[in-house]
């Protein structure tokens, strides 16, 4: 799998939209674009996935470049809650195993 | 969505006990488990795929004969620490697929295990 490269950290004010971008040069053509997130002492959780197109959730939108060479995760209205390590992986999507990055870990603040 | 349990969510145990954490699917059945483990600050790594009825897929550098899988029926997997000691201390945490997409992948919320 492709690997991808994201900042260490990010701050966010509640209520604004945050915005996590992620490089992800080397992606090959059949290779998705998955972000999850793992809030402190949890498990992680599936937020959105996208091949080439944008996409958008109840949860949050993905804005993929045309080149598909990097991605970008917005939460549109930042809480507290949202407070976590968000984590970008490219993978086929099949039945391999899914691996982890360092992620970024995003702060909202009040 | 699907939801996966993990019992127990913590665990002390003494230097040298066995300890056993079981992994649950809730409402699925997944011929995939997989067990991961995480140190303070770090991003999760990967210890083994665990398969309905066969011997669970070590990843490199993981003891398969001290960190033993079980994965008996579509619902639940079992990973037993042995002979504990400190360095195991971490955060375990399973994972269960419920198809061939990774967006039907689930994770459990963690067990804790610090060892003495």
């Known amino acids: 799998d492709a690997k991808t490269t994201q900042p260490t950290s990010m701050d966010c004010a509640e209520g604004r939209a945050a915005n996590l971008p992620c490089n992800h040069s080397t992606i090959s053509g059949n290779e998705y674009v998955y972000w999850y997130r793992q809030i402190h002492s949890q498990g992680p959780q599936y937020i959105i996935h996208?091949?080439?197109n944008n996409e958008t959730n109840e949860m949050a939108s993905l804005i993929i470049t045309e080149d598909r060479k990097s991605s970008t995760l917005i939460l549109p209205h930042a809480t507290l809650r949202d407070t976590a390590v968000y984590y970008c992986i490219v993978h086929t999507g099949t039945a391999s195993k899914l691996t982890f990055g360092t992620g970024t870990r995003l702060q909202v603040t009040l | 969505g699907a939801v996966v349990s993990q019992h127990p969510s913590w665990v002390i145990c003494k230097s040298g006990t066995s300890v056993k954490i079981e992994c649950r699917s809730l409402d699925f059945q997944a011929t995939t488990m997989f067990w991961y483990r995480q140190f303070p600050k770090q991003s999760l790594m990967l210890m083994a795929t665990s398969n309905e009825g066969s011997k669970a897929t070590y990843e490199q550098g993981v003891e398969k004969d001290k960190f033993l899988i079980n994965h008996a029926s579509l619902t639940l997997s079992t990973l037993t620490v042995t002979s504990a000691h400190p360095e195991d201390s971490s955060f375990y945490i399973c994972s269960a697929r419920l198809g061939p997409g990774l967006d039907t992948q689930y994770f459990g919320p963690g067990t804790r295990l610090t060892v003495l």
């Open positions: 996208g091949l080439k």
